[in-house]
């Protein structure tokens, strides 16, 4: 596969009478001609779509803010060091000093390595090449965003000392589907929240209060 590093064979034994070995050829070009394959422009009917027929406004602003989590965080931290990035104090990447000439020539000194020069390489490492090619496919192809896009681009792990991770973007994402007469009109703001659960606790312990007196008065009247 072009898409692997040249030399890297996995071997897979799906019984004990076969087995595959798969070995890479490190090709950067052919990586991004199968990788943009696999983005289908050929379907959108009308010019704001983005790849298999869905709906997106082209251009993108360039004034809307994008943040990146999980895989593209775990991807880029890999590729950070070609292109000489630091993280933040959160461990965040600010990409407003690259462009995407600069990210496209780190993915492909990664693409054309031979994996005798890498050096203590985690389970992850093989796949570089190939997810580093599908997240700045999709950025650039698919979404068709540029280095003005990039410029509010940030690549993340932490928001205010909390991780942030796939289950976050999944629920972020689950709240487009709710009916707009469901939606709350604005969201409790955090000092709301923490009274209402305060209330809340509150009357939780008043009425366990209640129960235990009235069954001690009960038994009492009992005897």
Not at 88 to 117: H, P, R
Not at 134 to 151: A, I, P, Q, R
Not at 181 to 193: A, H, K, S, V, W
Request: charged share 15%; proline share 4%.
């Amino acid at each position: 596969t072009a898409c692997i590093h040249r030399e890297y064979a996995p071997i897979t034994n799906l019984n004990q009478s076969t087995t595959f070995s798969f070995v890479g050829t490190g090709d950067y070009a052919k990586c991004q001609m199968t990788v943009k394959q696999r983005f289908n422009k050929s379907s959108c009917s009308t010019q704001n779509c983005s790849f298999n027929g869905v709906y997106q406004p082209v251009p993108i602003s360039s004034s809307l803010k994008f943040i990146a989590v999980a895989g593209w965080y775990s991807v880029f931290k890999n590729l950070a060091p070609h292109l000489s990035l630091l993280p933040n104090k959160d461990n965040n990447y600010e990409l407003t000093s690259l462009n995407l000439t600069q990210i496209k020539q780190a993915v492909k000194t990664i693409c054309n390595q031979s994996w005798s020069n890498v050096h203590d390489p985690d389970r992850y490492r093989p796949f570089l090449c190939f997810n580093s090619m599908l997240h700045w496919t999709l950025f650039e192809y698919g979404y068709s965003m540029t280095d003005e896009n990039l410029k509010n681009f940030q690549i993340v792990k932490k928001i205010e000392s909390n991780e942030i991770g796939w289950t976050f973007g999944y629920m972020i994402n689950q709240t487009n589907y709710l009916d707009p007469q469901y939606r709350p009109r604005r969201l409790l703001t955090q000092d709301e929240f923490i009274v209402l659960l305060t209330l809340c606790l509150l009357l939780c312990t008043i009425s366990l209060a209640t129960a235990v007196t009235a069954i001690y008065i009960y038994k009492r009247h009992r005897k």
